[in-house]
């Protein structure tokens, strides 16, 4: 079985839902870190080729497109959650398992995005996902159920659950259907081709750059002056950008009647554009190194001026008419929350840890304090063994007090 994935760094990272996999399953990480619905649906559509009847797909976005959501504003919902619905339309043209994770998310620094976001775009997703009848791990509604105490012992931040949950979760999914082989969501072919994309730069292929790090290799394409969107595609609107620059870059997306400048932040990404452009016969891309301001935001993105140009790794564009009705309600969605770990045993064992660790740590405290006693007590007697004493209870609790100590011990 062939497990494709689709998702941002709870996927991509060693730690993450890449970690547990059975050894007779063949991944295939499709995920970019920070990875919105619009991501996935684009490295979704350059795979989806690949993909049988025995594979599997598995997406995680939501979290990503909370904080889309935040970053962008709430005038822009409906196309974020548009977004949202695109990727569930393709993943039901594809006959295939396919598997739903809605990531838990906790309140971790104030410059979170609102819970009101969180919630509406995790509804989204469970509505698509209940509307194709795909197979839905909620992982956020688990963790809604623990005592909201207890979840900093589940998550190491706002987005990420701990690695032996994500491992264990990656394992059982695999068991799971490695048993179930006969388990494919049921597929319907839509009539007509709704997006393509571009991977290749007509006239920029001479200055192609191979980009590459431990994880990611893309052909990537520097926009050293504005490049002309073929007619090709006239009249369909351009949705998404593929960039990986070598610094934060910006650009200029102008047609006859509209001009869009957007910031890119300098990793293998991939942004939606929240006012798309319909290419018509004059519409322009070009990278932006001045001052001018953005029209629309990124995630991870400043408002500086970039100091560099931008290098294109793909474009995504969507027939105009495109839409999803979501009001059939067709079918229901396969639930398999069996497949999480017991929660309360990974609380439990932490709670316990933390609480020896911090009765050491209490040792360690009292400990130094009669070291600091020690120190004071013999540097009448014995300057120098007093000196070192001091210095070791520095090194074991580094601290503006004991260096004021060690300050005044060098004065006298």
Same mark, same amino acid.
């Given at each position: 079985?062939?497990?494709?994935?689709?998702g941002g760094s709870n996927t991509i990272i060693k730690d993450g839902l890449n970690s547990g996999?059975?050894?007779?399953?063949?991944?295939?990480?499709?995920?970019?870190?920070?990875?919105?619905?619009?991501?996935?649906?684009?490295?979704?559509?350059?795979?989806?080729?690949?993909?049988?009847?025995?594979?599997?797909?598995?997406?995680?976005?939501?979290?990503?497109?909370?904080?889309?959501?935040?970053?962008?504003?709430?005038?822009?919902?409906?196309?974020?959650?548009?977004?949202?619905?695109?990727?569930?339309?393709?993943?039901?043209?594809?006959?295939?398992?396919?598997?739903?994770?809605?990531?838990?998310?906790?309140?971790?620094?104030?410059?979170?995005?609102?819970?009101?976001?969180?919630?509406? $775009?995790? %509804?989204?997703? +469970?509505?698509?996902?209940?509307?194709?009848? =795909?197979?839905? /791990? &909620?992982?956020? *509604?688990?963790?809604?159920?623990?005592?909201?105490?207890?979840?900093?012992?589940?998550?190491?931040?706002?987005?990420?659950?701990?690695?032996?949950?994500?491992?264990?979760?990656s394992r059982n999914i695999g068991r799971y259907f490695l048993k179930n082989e006969n388990s494919?969501?049921?597929? $319907?072919? %839509?009539?007509? +081709?709704?997006?393509?994309?571009?991977?290749? =730069?007509?006239? /920029? &292929?001479?200055? *192609?750059?191979?980009?590459?790090?431990?994880?990611?290799?893309?052909?990537?394409?520097?926009?050293?002056?504005?490049?002309?969107?073929?007619?090709?595609?006239?009249?369909?609107?351009?949705?998404?950008?593929?960039?990986?620059?070598?610094?934060?870059?910006?650009?200029?997306?102008?047609?006859?009647?509209?001009?869009?400048?957007?910031?890119?932040?300098?990793?293998?990404?991939?942004?939606?554009?929240?006012?798309?452009?319909?290419?018509?016969?004059?519409?322009?891309?070009?990278?932006?190194?001045?001052?001018r301001k953005n029209t629309e935001g990124s995630i991870n993105c400043s408002n500086a001026t970039?100091?560099?140009?931008?290098?294109?790794?793909?474009?995504?564009?969507?027939?105009?008419?495109?839409?999803?009705?979501?009001?059939?309600?067709?079918?229901?969605?396969?639930?398999?929350?069996?497949?999480?770990?017991?929660?309360?045993?990974?609380?439990?064992?932490?709670?316990?840890?933390?609480?020896?660790?911090?009765?050491?740590?209490?040792?360690?405290?009292?400990?130094?304090?009669?070291?600091?006693?020690?120190?004071?007590?013999?540097?009448?007697?014995?300057?120098?063994?007093?000196?070192?004493?001091?210095?070791?209870?520095?090194?074991?609790?580094?601290?503006?007090?004991?260096?004021?100590?060690?300050?005044?011990?060098?004065?006298?």
């Amino acid at each position: 079985m062939n497990v494709f994935m689709l998702g941002g760094s709870n996927t991509i990272i060693k730690d993450g839902l890449n970690s547990g996999w059975p050894t007779e399953v063949r991944v295939k990480n499709c995920a970019i870190g920070a990875s919105s619905a619009i991501q996935n649906l684009y490295s979704f559509l350059k795979v989806k080729h690949e993909i049988g009847i025995e594979d599997l797909v598995i997406t995680e976005s939501n979290v990503n497109d909370s904080f889309n959501l935040s970053t962008h504003g709430k005038q822009y919902i409906d196309v974020i959650l548009g977004n949202i619905d695109a990727l569930y339309y393709e993943l039901n043209r594809v006959h295939c398992k396919k598997v739903v994770l809605i990531m838990p998310f906790r309140d971790y620094l104030a410059r979170q995005e609102p819970q009101e976001f969180v919630d509406i $775009v995790n %509804a989204r997703h +469970r509505l698509n996902a209940n509307n194709y009848g =795909f197979y839905l /791990l &909620d992982l956020a *509604s688990i963790f809604e159920n623990e005592n909201p105490d207890d979840l900093k012992y589940l998550l190491t931040d706002a987005r990420h659950p701990l690695q032996a949950i994500m491992f264990e979760i990656s394992r059982n999914i695999g068991r799971y259907f490695l048993k179930n082989e006969n388990s494919s969501t049921s597929s $319907v072919e %839509a009539p007509q +081709r709704e997006y393509h994309y571009i991977l290749s =730069f007509e006239g /920029l &292929d001479d200055l *192609s750059v191979l980009k590459k790090n431990s994880v990611f290799k893309e052909s990537t394409f520097p926009l050293q002056k504005p490049y002309r969107i073929t007619a090709k595609y006239k009249g369909l609107d351009l949705i998404g950008i593929g960039t990986w620059s070598d610094a934060q870059s910006k650009a200029v997306i102008k047609n006859s009647d509209n001009e869009v400048i957007k910031p890119f932040n300098s990793l293998n990404s991939f942004n939606e554009i929240i006012a798309p452009i319909t290419i018509d016969g004059d519409t322009w891309i070009s990278s932006c190194l001045d001052a001018r301001k953005n029209t629309e935001g990124s995630i991870n993105c400043s408002n500086a001026t970039p100091t560099d140009i931008v290098l294109l790794t793909g474009l995504l564009f969507r027939r105009k008419e495109f839409c999803v009705d979501l009001n059939g309600n067709k079918e229901k969605s396969k639930h398999v929350d069996f497949l999480v770990p017991q929660l309360k045993t990974y609380i439990t064992t932490l709670k316990f840890y933390l609480l020896k660790n911090e009765e050491y740590f209490h040792r360690v405290e009292l400990d130094v304090d009669k070291i600091i006693e020690i120190s004071e007590r013999i540097k009448n007697l014995d300057y120098e063994a007093g000196l070192y004493l001091l210095k070791v209870a520095f090194n074991i609790r580094p601290s503006p007090g004991i260096q004021k100590k060690l300050d005044n011990y060098n004065l006298e």
